[in-house]
């Protein structure tokens, strides 16, 4: 009985989860231009929308986003992701070594401190950000996207690459040292192909979670430096519109191929 009521809560559990996800993967190839809701055929118009392609659209009621505002959300989502994942990993990596590999008097507590951004709410960390850049006098711009999704991205890659490194067997660079490897050899040839795997699943989730962030972003761009999700979100201010089902089931898609190509490379590296 008691398994039967818990497999009910599993499956209760996933419908609840994927359930809305899969509605807006279908009602993005809905052909009604009215009520996004009501099914009223099956087009691939929304996407051929997206692209800038032809389509067979004529109700004037719709309201077609210019595809050159959507490319440049896009462009600039991906120029704050691949630099604030890139910056991330790197300094997320430094830190996750020193801590594993020096013992000071508060390892303990500044463990505890990293994981303090990602606990932290989003829109209280905006504010900070906002008002650490506004007293500053730094203008808001992608520079200050970058740094402000920098500062809690850090601790995701810390929190990978840690977990890597507590399964890292010491003893390898303890054998490299004794057969005469330097510490930069010793962390070239055996630290850091052992840890690879940990460095990039952080690097793929920071990229994720950059390209996804809408809120700490939404405090700290300066105008003219639309992301993705703020373009989305500023179209449903507008009112809801179908073409947004279909720009988030590409980010859903984008997101499923990034996560396929980390766990690849994890299973190619485990083998």
């Known amino acids: 009985m008691l398994r039967r009521l818990l497999s009910l809560y599993g499956l209760l559990f996933f419908v609840f989860i994927y359930a809305p996800i899969l509605l807006v993967v279908v009602y993005s190839f809905n052909a009604n231009t009215m009520n996004m809701m009501v099914w009223s055929g099956f087009t691939f118009d929304w996407y051929r929308q997206i692209f800038g392609l032809p389509t067979s659209i004529t109700d004037s009621t719709t309201y077609v986003d210019s595809s050159a505002q959507l490319y440049a959300a896009i462009r600039t989502s991906l120029t704050v992701a691949f630099s604030t994942s890139v910056f991330a990993t790197v300094f997320g990596t430094a830190l996750a070594l020193a801590v594993a590999r020096y013992r000071f008097r508060l390892a303990g507590f500044y463990r505890t401190l990293m994981m303090v951004p990602m606990i932290m709410p989003d829109i209280v960390l905006g504010i900070a950000l906002l008002i650490f850049f506004i007293t500053i006098g730094m ?3 992608i520079l200050t996207i970058i740094i402000g999704q920098s500062t809690f991205l850090i601790s995701y890659v810390f929190v990978t ?111």
């Open 139 to 141: 203008n808001l711009s």
């Open 161 to 271: 690459v840690s977990a890597r490194l507590a399964a890292f067997d010491t003893s390898v660079e303890e054998a490299s040292a004794d057969l005469g490897a330097t510490p930069m050899q010793t962390f070239r040839k055996v630290t850091l192909p052992g840890i690879a795997p940990g460095i990039l699943g952080g690097w793929l989730l920071a990229f994720i979670i950059s390209m996804d962030d809408l809120v700490i972003t939404y405090f700290v761009a300066g105008t003219g430096n639309t992301t993705l999700p703020i373009h989305i979100w500023g179209m449903l201010r507008r009112g809801i519109k179908p073409e947004i089902n279909a720009i988030a089931t590409l980010m859903l898609l984008f997101t499923v191929v990034i996560a396929g190509v980390g766990l690849y490379f994890r299973s190619r590296r485990t083998k």
